[in-house]
Nanobody, 116 residues
Framework: QVQLVESGGGLAQPGGSLRLSCAASGNIGSFNQMGWYRRAPGKQRELVATITSDGFVNCVDSVKGRFTISRDNAKNTVYLQMNNLKLEDTAVYYC??????????WGQGTQVTVST
């Protein structure tokens, strides 16, 4: 079992910035992947960005150049720095942890609202 504790999120204006953090604890293993998904109102959950424990990054095209994912392996923590936020970034953001042969764990979700 892996437990995920998310922090960050909140309200920002268009063009503003927010930072999300997610700390993992429990059966972490030596290789894993952490990242963020989001669900906007009326839409399906979508991948935002993921990063493996050896640094491989994957992210959706709509956030490239604006969002940066990083992690601190010593703290088992993943970060999502979100810059130049847009109205369409409004969603509930979920932290995800994946480990081979063990599957996914999910955080409780944190609201990000971009509004004028």
């Amino acid at each position: 079992q892996v437990q995920l504790v998310e922090s960050g999120g909140g309200l920002a204006q268009p063009g503003g910035s927010l930072r999300l953090s997610c700390a993992a604890s429990g059966n972490i293993g030596s290789f894993n992947q952490m990242g963020w998904y989001r669900r906007a109102p009326g839409k399906q959950r979508e991948l935002v960005a993921t990063i493996t424990s050896d640094g491989f990054v994957n992210c959706v095209d709509s956030v490239k150049g604006r969002f940066t994912i990083s992690r601190d392996n010593a703290k088992n923590t993943v970060y999502l720095q979100m810059n130049n936020l847009k109205l369409e970034d409004t969603a509930v953001y979920y932290c995800n942890f994946w480990r081979p042969l063990h599957g996914d764990s999910w955080g409780q979700g944190t609201q990000v609202t971009v509004s004028t």
